[in-house]
């Protein structure tokens, strides 16, 4: 079985540092690519059949899309300084990025019609899930309840020597109302950048059973099973979290031996 951990590289000519593909994965729903832009570069592409939603990561962008021109989206100088602002893009509509500071933008696709406009996503609401070590903070940018034909993404900060993605759960079975089928990446980032944190991906069959050291700017792809992830102390962790599947919500599973946590 291939590794379910994807490292980035240094920027291609287009500024891409990473590109999961649903075919690279062995996958059928998400896509995920992260570019990295010098002031001024561009980073122009049209996703046919998928739809997208531009997270701006760090930096300050421009986006032209659908006759849309956006201008002064993002200014965080890291994942960790407020919330994301995104730009929702339907399928088949082409879109440029071009970089009015050093920037980084994550692609996030999903199959998609075409329906829907673009528009600007601002996510400022935040969620506190999880008591004591198990605190983390959400940011939704696409759930469940808003407008969009596959895609769910959500941005995520675990603090130092806290755990998220906990108890362990998965949603990997087309059975809604009690569970759904959804693929999901992890894109990692941590405070300060030279730390570490670990990742368990596995079934209850243990036909996959991978745990994994991931640094900053690493992916980990959850293609099925329990993906609880820790932040050892000292360094805070982001994740930004894609998931897509046959059914647009997201409905999951705690492991049973480790259910008990929430019902204390």
């Given at each position: 079985?291939?590794?379910?951990?994807?490292?980035?590289?240094?920027?291609?000519?287009d500024?891409?540092?990473?590109?999961?593909?649903?075919?690279?994965?062995?996958?059928?729903?998400?896509?995920?690519?992260?570019?990295?832009?010098?002031?001024?570069?561009?980073?122009?592409h049209?996703?046919?059949?998928?739809?997208?939603?531009?997270?701006?990561?760090?930096?300050?962008?421009?986006?032209?899309?659908?006759?849309?021109?956006?201008?002064?989206?993002?200014?965080?100088?890291?994942?960790?300084?407020?919330?994301?602002?995104?730009?929702?893009?339907?399928?088949?509509?082409?879109?440029?990025?071009r970089?009015?500071?050093?920037a980084?933008?994550?692609?996030?696709?999903?199959?998609?019609?075409?329906?829907?406009?673009?528009?600007?996503?601002?996510?400022?609401?935040?969620e506190?899930?999880?008591?004591?070590?198990?605190?983390?903070?959400?940011?939704?940018?696409?759930?469940?309840?808003?407008?969009?034909?596959?895609?769910?993404?959500?941005?995520?900060?675990?603090?130092?020597?806290?755990?998220?993605?906990?108890?362990?759960?998965?949603?990997?079975?087309?059975?809604?109302?009690?569970?759904?089928?959804?693929?999901?990446?992890y894109?990692h980032?941590?405070s300060?950048?030279?730390g570490?944190?670990f990742?368990?991906?596995?079934?209850?069959?243990?036909?996959?059973?991978?745990?994994?050291?991931?640094?900053?700017?690493?992916?980990?792809?959850?293609?099925?099973?329990?993906?609880?992830?820790?932040?050892?102390?000292?360094?805070?962790?982001?994740?930004l979290?894609?998931?897509?599947?046959?059914?647009r919500?997201?409905?999951?599973?705690?492991?049973?031996?480790?259910?008990?946590?929430?019902?204390?």
């Amino acid at each position: 079985m291939m590794s379910l951990l994807v490292r980035p590289h240094a920027p291609d000519p287009d500024g891409t540092v990473l590109d999961i593909t649903p075919e690279s994965a062995g996958w059928k729903y998400v896509g995920f690519r992260v570019v990295r832009l010098a002031a001024g570069q561009r980073h122009e592409h049209r996703e046919e059949g998928r739809e997208t939603c531009l997270v701006v990561l760090t930096g300050t962008v421009s986006i032209e899309s659908g006759g849309e021109s956006l201008a002064g989206l993002g200014g965080r100088e890291t994942v960790f300084d407020g919330p994301a602002t995104s730009v929702y893009v339907p399928a088949g509509i082409g879109y440029a990025i071009r970089a009015e500071s050093n920037a980084e933008v994550a692609v996030c696709t999903a199959p998609g019609s075409g329906s829907g406009k673009v528009r600007l996503i601002r996510s400022k609401q935040v969620e506190t899930r999880g008591k004591g070590t198990n605190t983390r903070y959400v940011r939704n940018i696409l759930s469940d309840a808003d407008a969009a034909e596959s895609l769910l993404v959500v941005e995520v900060i675990t603090p130092g020597g806290h755990w998220s993605s906990y108890p362990p759960h998965k949603h990997d079975r087309d059975a809604f109302p009690e569970e759904t089928f959804l693929e999901e990446t992890y894109y990692h980032r941590l405070s300060p950048p030279q730390g570490f944190a670990f990742q368990r991906v596995y079934t209850d069959e243990r036909d996959i059973d991978e745990t994994m050291a991931v640094e900053d700017g690493d992916v980990v792809m959850v293609p099925r099973g329990y993906h609880p992830v820790g932040a050892p102390h000292g360094y805070d962790l982001y994740y930004l979290n894609v998931m897509a599947g046959p059914r647009r919500n997201w409905v999951f599973r705690n492991d049973p031996a480790h259910d008990w946590i929430v019902r204390q």
